[in-house]
T-cell receptor, first 112, second 114 residues
């Protein structure tokens, strides 16, 4: 059974700092991996999707990497801003039409 | 891009009443939709897989008679929380995807049962 772990559970950084969020998964036979952002009481916003054949994806100040063999992914946020404050969730998909398995998330606070 | 609409965004109800949550795929057809539940400071947990034209598949520990799922068309799935109790208070969210594309999520429904 796939299990997804995110470290740290919470992170507080000053504005402008670069930061890394970590995600690990137990079953490396994944179809893809996604990073989401969740604001309090809101739905999910998909940030980056990495297919199993890819090693990284970039969007603006965000860069996500995937090391399938070691069961790890990182989300790198450059030059953090207060508006980046949210919970970041990592989720993996094991096959085409199965549900995502989520980590518990990392709650990020960027202090102005 | 693909859009999944979920309604209502929040609902407050009395204990013992039933609440229906709708999930619609607005610009694509979805033979399968997923329903998740999230308690405060917890991860999203899959409740059930909704299959168009057939019975939903429930995860272990989820009562199918309490959480009724209907997927009557390729663009609509509904989750009905029957005889809701305070412990059912949670954030419910649905997801769907166009074939072979990434999953898209509804905006979620915050249910508070008094």
């Amino acid at each position: 059974k796939q299990e997804v772990t995110q470290i740290p559970a919470a992170l507080s950084v000053p504005e402008g700092e670069n930061l890394v969020l970590n995600c690990s998964f137990t079953d490396s036979a994944i179809y893809n991996l996604q990073w989401f952002r969740q604001d309090p009481g809101k739905g999910l916003t998909s940030l980056l999707l990495i297919q199993s054949s890819q090693r990284e994806q970039t969007s603006g100040r965000l860069n996500a990497s995937l090391d399938k063999s070691s069961g790890r992914s990182t989300l790198y946020i450059a030059a953090s801003q207060p508006g980046d404050s949210a919970t970041y969730l990592c989720a993996v998909l094991n096959s085409g039409n199965t549900p995502l398995v989520f980590g518990k998330g990392t709650r990020l606070s960027v202090i102005a | 891009g693909a859009v999944v609409s979920q309604h209502p965004s929040w609902v407050i109800c009395k204990s013992g009443t039933s609440v229906k949550i709708e999930c619609r795929s607005l610009d694509f057809q979805a033979t399968t939709m997923f329903w998740y539940r999230q308690f405060p400071k917890q991860s999203l947990m899959l409740m059930a897989t909704s299959n168009e034209g057939s019975k939903a598949t429930y995860e272990q520990g989820v009562e199918k008679d309490k959480f009724l799922i209907n997927h009557a068309s390729l663009t609509l799935s509904t989750l009905t929380v029957t005889s809701a109790h305070p412990e059912d208070s949670s954030f419910y969210i649905c997801s769907a995807s166009p074939l072979n594309e990434k999953l898209f999520f509804g905006s979620g429904t915050q249910l508070s049962v008094l």
